[in-house]
Structure formats: structure tokens, C-alpha cells
């Protein structure tokens, strides 16, 4: 089966609304729409996200310390299982996202 999606085309109903892309082997590949913050939260497994479109400021912590990294379309943020962070977009952005399926 062939599957071709259009990045640029994709939003979705609401902020972080996704589309599913594919599972290996309990894994998700998702792409995200999103005009607006998520919330401060930690995985239960590691997670990639990949800048597709957009800005993203990606918010995390460093033991006590809060830092802000700016991802561009192209970049790449991985959190490892138990690392606290929120994705702040600046305006519209799409966001492909590889995590465990059933993720927290």
C-alpha cells in the first residue's frame, strides 16, 4: 500500500489535533497541526519532533532550570523518557511526532 501526504496542506480541528502516519512496532508516527501551546508533561518513553513547518519554541528543564530552544522547520528535539517539556509554536506549525503508541 502507497501512502502520500501532503505536509503542507495538513491542519487539523484543533491544536494538536494529528494525523496517524504509521505504528513499527508500538512506536507512532503522527503529524500535528497547532496554533497554540501544549502543556508541561513528561513521556513515558523517549520522544522525537521533528519541525516540519513553522516555529516552535520547545520549553524544558534542566534539573531546577528552565530553557528554551528554537526549532525551525527542519530541526529536531528529542526528549528521553522522563524529561519535562511543552512545545510553544509561534503561530502555525506542523509537527511530525515519533513516540511510543499510548504515550503519556
Request: net charge negative.
Amino acid at each position: 500500500m502507497d501512502f502520500h501526504l501532503d505536509t503542507s496542506s495538513f491542519t487539523a480541528d484543533r491544536a494538536w489535533g494529528s494525523r496517524l502516519i504509521g505504528e513499527v512496532d508500538g512506536v507512532t508516527v503522527k503529524l500535528h497541526w497547532t496554533d497554540s501551546p501544549y502543556k508541561w508533561h513528561v513521556n513515558d518513553g523517549p520522544e522525537v519532533f521533528v519541525v516540519l513547518a513553522g516555529s516552535v519554541d520547545m520549553h524544558y528543564r534542566e534539573g531546577e532550570a528552565e530553557k528554551v530552544q528554537r526549532l525551525e522547520a527542519g530541526q529536531i528535539f528529542h526528549a528521553g523518557e522522563g524529561d519535562a517539556h511543552v512545545a510553544h509554536p509561534i503561530g502555525k506549525a506542523r509537527v511530525l511526532v515519533i513516540e511510543r503508541k499510548d504515550s503519556v
